[in-house]
């Protein structure tokens, strides 16, 4: 009886091979590919202390998003979206008019966060033509959402810019007032509500 499994141990590497060899042959390769979706990134400015501004340009660095951990333990950490803008002027983005920053395939799954990186912010002040400091606040947003197969997913960021130069020693900030967020062109959840 040892020696049975002394052969059996011996060949189980080799028989254990073979079968994976034969599930991938036999595995179609639609089946390996990801099914993917579409993911849509957009920007505006919620008007507060934007109207101070002849022009503000914003140089994005990177847009980030985190998958959910789950059985696809690798896809953990931050992955990079290659945007369409690296820099743009938020004083054309008021109201309704957004600007696009990334639109593309992406593999479906579920997302628990996003993080809009910026590189540089540029202010033009209207009442003197002077160029003036504007502080970056934006980090990290813990935000679920999901990328459906054959889906549409749709992120609004809506940023503003506030002035505390009545808080001396701080002036002007860059941050997040809120987010939309459609799936299929629905909205699935507004922040703030309404």
């Keep these: 009886m040892a020696e049975l499994a002394k052969i059996i141990l011996r060949r189980a590497p080799k028989f254990l091979l073979m079968l994976l060899l034969v599930d991938c042959l036999l595995t179609p390769a639609s089946a390996v590919q990801p099914e993917q979706g579409v993911l849509e990134i957009q920007i505006k400015d919620h008007r507060d202390a934007i109207g101070d501004f002849a022009k503000l340009n914003i140089t994005i660095e990177k847009f980030l998003i985190s998958p959910k951990p789950g059985l696809k333990f690798w896809r953990t950490g931050w992955h990079e979206l290659k945007t369409t803008y690296a820099s743009f002027d938020l004083t054309q983005y008021i109201g309704k008019k957004t600007v696009k920053i990334y639109r593309g395939p992406i593999d479906a799954g579920s997302f628990e966060a996003f993080h809009l990186k910026i590189k540089m912010i540029e202010g ?66 507004k922040v703030p509500p309404g």
């Design 124 to 189: 033009l002040l209207k009442k003197n033509q002077r160029g003036t400091i504007v502080k970056d606040t934006i980090g990290p947003v813990k935000l679920s959402f999901d990328v459906t197969p054959k889906g549409e997913t749709v992120l609004l960021i809506d940023l503003v810019v506030t002035d505390f130069s009545d808080h001396p020693p701080r002036g002007y900030e860059l941050g997040l007032r809120g987010y939309e967020l459609y799936a299929n062109g629905k909205l699935i959840e």
